[in-house]
């Protein structure tokens, strides 16, 4: 077994991956409910800037929200692949997430 | 620069509510970076490289989240402070017009809020010169006193919109990662219509991981209900857009609600029919929601919408792994509200498949995909089952797409007019299903079982004895034989007589809706085709 990971802790790696997947998926539900609580006050308070202003952060922070979603459901995607082959898991993990580098910043 | 009639309109209310929703959301994101530390704990004792780049990686999602909870919790305090000033300024402005109204000869404009009072005396204006000069100087105080709440207002506003300016992700030191070809999709690369299932299952498999999540996140409303997406990944891009729909829908239920005794008629009517989407989109939430377990699998929503009488595709149980699964097409009166009902017959029929086969995996389809006829007069024309044709088929093709093994024991359930979209189905398009089972049905569209594209050893057929369905046979349907005709060459099987109706044959509506009832000896012989027992062991209504 490569770097040292046993067999019998292959599950428990599956699992963590699930549950990034579960996590990532569970952030961005609360997301959408965001979006969805907030559509009925669309066209109030048209004239303040804050408002148009509001929109903007809105958009930004679902970009955000979406990226490290995405970042959080493909590291999970991947240790899932251990349920299969630990091998083929490890060569995709080095493969992926070296090409979206890692890190919370910009 | 906020105007006087900005100010009037505004509603101070929703800033309100949207920091609400704002804190609400940092609150989730700050829980969502705990529980990334708590599930990094199954990666210990993990080592070498890749354990190294998903441990750096994980821990930088985590912090990303962490960081946006803090910076997304400062929003709530800026709008609820503009809200303050809002209230503020508009009780003044209220005040101004109110001394003004008492004052009958100052006059407030209620486009610009300019006060003013006539310069001096007109015929018929019988004021002293004081009292012109005291109405003069009256209209100049509530003159000021409207341009200075306007100008607050507006300062506030501009200092909350800088202040939301500086909450920006990257204010945080947040970037976006995933980005790149190697990352995202675009809209022009999502499948095109014209994309058979087959195709869109090779589309999604050549996708990189990060492309996958790209496509789930991004075009959930696009991954959500094309066929040829594996089911999980489709259910998880269609929570996240029911998560906003319904979240939607509740929001505006619930203000229309609040407004009581003051809503118009036309309030009144969005009231009813939100009431109507609501309660499908909440038997949704609790089937999505349901603790799974041995004898009622996890759910996975493949589609819905909420336009006209709604749509619904939920499957109980897992296509894509199951030996068996048993898709249910409903009929006259079905739509988004009839969610719950379909729901149950769903768990009924994996109860009785669970007991005719322990040990097999079923799944059980609830496929309200179509525009269904409301009513029986709607219900005498075929268009409606025409129109779902397509639908059915891309559906059903889809689960052979994405079968894990290559392809299950595939049932279809036509109930009703159901049955007539699922003969239509196969009459005009190739309709993937081993078995085809049609009850209470007033025809589906052919003279014969051998017309549908499948063994007519495969196609079953029941009415109850009081069906009021069965009166059809004095009033040509105009599609096709009844499929419990002997002519017509299917597998009939035994339904109980149902609920005694009124009239010389006992028919009823009610009959018309039994079949899924527990004890029910349709429902045990419904359980025996979808798990692939022989033919001998159904039961027939001459025994």
Redesign the interface.
Known sequence: M?????VD?LV??A???E???E?A?????????????????DG???????T???A??AG??G?????????????G???QESYGSYEE??????D??????????? | MVSFQDLRDADPSAYDDIADQWARLASELDGTALDIKQATGGLDGWSGDAAEMAREHIDGVRAGYDTAAEYIDRIPRVLRTLSDAITDAQRRVNDAIATAEAHRIVHVDRETGEVSTPPGHAPGDFRSDEQVAADRALAEELDEAIAAAVADATEADQVASRQLGDLMPEDAGLGLRAVGSGSVVTPSRLPQDDWSPARVRQWWDELTPMQQESAIYTHGDRIGSVDGIPVEARDRANRIRFADEFADVNARRDALITLGDDRTLAEDNELRQLNDVHNGLEAIHDRLGREPSETEPQAYLLDFATEGNGRGIVATGNPDTADNTVTNVPGTGSGLESMSNELGKADRILETAGREAPGAETAAVTWIGYDAPQDLAEATGGSYADEAGADLAGFQDGLKATHEGGGGLNTVIGHSYGSTVIGHTARDHELHADNMVFLGSPGVGVDHASELGIDPGNVYASTAENDIIRAGAYVSHGWGTSPVDEDFGAVEFEADPGTEGWGPFNHSTAAHSEYWDRQNESLENMGRIVTGKDNTTLTTPTE
């Open positions: 490569p770097d040292g990971f046993e802790q428990s790696l699992e963590a991956g549950r990034f997947v996590i998926d569970a952030a961005a539900g609360a997301h959408a409910e965001f979006t969805g609580a907030v559509q009925r006050h109030a308070n048209s004239g303040f800037a804050t148009g202003r509001l903007t952060l930004m922070w970009y955000q929200l979406d990226d490290l979603s995405k970042r959080a459901a493909t590291t995607g991947l240790l898991m490890e060569v995709a993990v080095i992926s997430l070296d090409r979206i580098g890692s890190g919370g910043g910009a």
